[in-house]
């Protein structure tokens, strides 16, 4: 196995000469370690000891460059395959839980896009403290993963919750991440997201389209990524930046978006359409820009060929992914389109629900396959699309 790289985070606690053990554990696993430290870890062990036993550099304030070509603390957080905050003080999960940047160790962990986890240590009436506990129950609903102290004595005299987890279990947990069978369950798999409305042309400087912000999709998109899927982004007009390590086509009309998925169709493995495609178009878009008449006008339409269906009418292997955004009676409408789309899963939304639909950041759906229905409460979008998607993904890849 290629050499995985681990970022250590150490933060002020009497348990940082135990996160000196765990580097050296690491290291003897074949791990590429670099250790990150606050003031406060310095007090209890030099930056020397961790960089004796990780033979790499320390590091310890945000403003200390040490290659100008870079800017470490987003250097490391991409650098890193998995963070491990290794002392967790109830200071440093504080500041996390709030999106404090004020640190090497807070700012990094901000910048990363590497799975995190959180080893607390502290004494045991400031772990079962209230602010504590919601704190990190906050963490753990943005997707941070807790490594449970142990039970037994503290430095501070008492005995309870509130030991770090020993350097050896710890290492052992990371070995067994980084091996187990097939830890990202989209690994291998092709998947095409659209996103956006369409845009259809009625003339040089007018259109028809809607309020889809893409947000949904992009969320769809990285969710994806995250799980290990190779992602391509058809992303109809919208005004978002393209996530890290996702291939984005630009498109504008029904007409294109068709295009671009029908001619990546044969090699996908699932297909997820977000996008708010336009049903019908101008039937002339006029070269010129239109002139006003006297008295009213009308535009005549025609419709646009549905991707959707026409994907579930060619499909062989793979797995359809749709949406329905509704208004009214959402559920009988999703289970109307599952059917005469050939979709596997339908995810329906509520656009008047006010937690949910277009522009929001939040959602509120139920997808809807063959089995039957499963509800989701009102999510951050990017929160709901991992979930779907590992669900999904468990449902239809993980056989282990
Ligand atoms: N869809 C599509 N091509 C279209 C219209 C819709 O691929 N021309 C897809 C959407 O991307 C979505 C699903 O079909 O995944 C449902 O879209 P929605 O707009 O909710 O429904 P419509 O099929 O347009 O049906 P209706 O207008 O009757 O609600």
Same mark, same amino acid.
């Given at each position: 196995?290629?050499?995985?790289?681990?970022?250590?985070?150490?933060?002020?606690?009497?348990?940082?000469?135990?996160?000196?053990?765990?580097?050296?554990?690491?290291?003897?696993?074949?791990?590429?370690?670099?250790?990150?430290?606050?003031?406060?870890?310095?007090?209890?062990?030099?930056?020397?000891?961790?960089?004796?036993?990780?033979?790499?550099?320390?590091?310890?304030?945000?403003?200390?460059?040490?290659?100008?070509?870079?800017?470490?603390?987003?250097?490391?957080?991409?650098?890193?395959?998995?963070?491990?905050?290794?002392?967790?003080?109830?200071?440093?999960?504080?500041?996390?839980?709030?999106?404090?940047?004020?640190?090497?160790?807070?700012?990094?962990?901000?910048?990363?896009?590497?799975?995190?986890?959180?080893?607390?240590?502290?004494?045991?009436?400031?772990?079962?403290?209230?602010?504590?506990?919601?704190?990190?129950?906050?963490?753990?609903?943005?997707?941070?993963?807790?490594?449970?102290?142990?039970?037994?004595?503290?430095?501070?005299?008492?005995?309870?919750?509130?030991?770090?987890?020993?350097?050896?279990?710890?290492?052992?947990?990371?070995?067994?991440?980084?091996?187990?069978?097939?830890?990202?369950?989209?690994? !291998?798999?092709?998947?095409?997201?659209?996103?956006?409305?369409?845009?259809?042309?009625?003339?040089?400087?007018?259109?028809?389209?809607?309020?889809?912000?893409?947000?949904?999709?992009?969320?769809?998109?990285?969710?994806?990524?995250?799980?290990?899927?190779?992602?391509?982004?058809?992303?109809?007009?919208?005004?978002?930046?393209?996530?890290?390590?996702?291939?984005?086509?630009?498109?504008?009309?029904?007409?294109?978006?068709?295009?671009?998925?029908?001619?990546?169709?044969?090699?996908?493995?699932?297909?997820?359409?977000?996008?708010?495609?336009?049903?019908?178009?101008?039937?002339?878009?006029?070269?010129?820009?239109?002139?006003?008449?006297? !008295?009213?006008?009308?535009?005549?339409?025609?419709?646009?060929?549905?991707?959707?269906?026409?994907?579930?009418?060619?499909?062989?292997?793979?797995?359809?992914?749709?949406?329905?955004?509704?208004?009214?009676?959402?559920?009988?409408?999703?289970? !109307?389109?599952?059917?005469?789309?050939?979709?596997?899963?339908?995810?329906?939304?509520?656009?008047?629900?006010?937690?949910?639909?277009?522009?929001?950041?939040?959602?509120?759906?139920?997808?809807?396959?063959?089995?039957?229905?499963?509800?989701?409460?009102?999510?951050?979008?990017?929160?709901?699309?991992?979930?779907?998607?590992?669900?999904?993904?468990?449902?239809?890849?993980?056989?282990?």
């Amino acid at each position: 196995m290629e050499q995985k790289k681990v970022l250590l985070a150490v933060t002020g606690g009497i348990a940082v000469y135990k996160a000196v053990a765990l580097t050296s554990k690491l290291v003897q696993a074949n791990f590429d370690v670099k250790v990150m430290m606050t003031e406060s870890a310095q007090q209890f062990v030099t930056p020397l000891s961790f960089q004796a036993m990780s033979r790499n550099d320390v590091y310890v304030d945000t403003f200390d460059e040490k290659d100008s070509a870079k800017i470490a603390h987003i250097d490391l957080a991409d650098w890193a395959d998995l963070i491990i905050v290794a002392p967790a003080t109830a200071n440093v999960i504080g500041k996390l839980a709030n999106g404090i940047a004020d640190d090497m160790i807070t700012t990094t962990l901000l910048a990363t896009e590497a799975p995190i986890w959180i080893a607390p240590a502290m004494n045991v009436h400031m772990y079962a403290n209230r602010a504590v506990e919601r704190n990190m129950q906050v963490l753990r609903e943005d997707g941070l993963t807790f490594i449970e102290p142990g039970e037994g004595y503290l430095a501070c005299g008492y005995v309870g919750k509130g030991r770090m987890e020993e350097p050896e279990a710890i290492t052992e947990r990371v070995v067994r991440y980084f091996t187990e069978a097939n830890p990202l369950p989209l690994k !291998g798999k092709r998947v095409i997201v659209t996103a956006g409305p369409t845009l259809e042309r009625i003339d040089p400087v007018r259109y028809i389209s809607n309020f889809s912000s893409g947000k949904m999709g992009f969320a769809m998109a990285e969710a994806a990524r995250d799980l290990g899927a190779d992602v391509t982004l058809v992303a109809g007009p919208v005004s978002l930046d393209t996530p890290a390590r996702i291939q984005r086509i630009d498109v504008e009309s029904a007409a294109d978006m068709l295009e671009a998925v029908l001619s990546r169709y044969d090699e996908a493995d699932i297909v997820i359409k977000s996008a708010a495609v336009a049903d019908y178009r101008p039937k002339h878009a006029a070269d010129q820009k239109m002139k006003k008449q006297e !008295g009213d006008a009308a535009i005549e339409l025609e419709r646009t060929t549905d991707i959707l269906k026409t994907l579930g009418a060619q499909k062989t292997h793979q797995l359809l992914i749709g949406f329905a955004a509704e208004t009214n009676d959402a559920l009988t409408y999703g289970r !109307g389109k599952l059917e005469s789309k050939n979709a596997d899963y339908i995810i329906v939304n509520d656009v008047t629900n006010p937690d949910g639909g277009f522009g929001n950041d939040t959602n509120v759906v139920t997808l809807v396959s063959r089995e039957g229905e499963k509800s989701y409460p009102a999510l951050d979008k990017r929160m709901l699309a991992h979930q779907l998607l590992t669900y999904i993904s468990e449902k239809e890849f993980d056989h282990s």
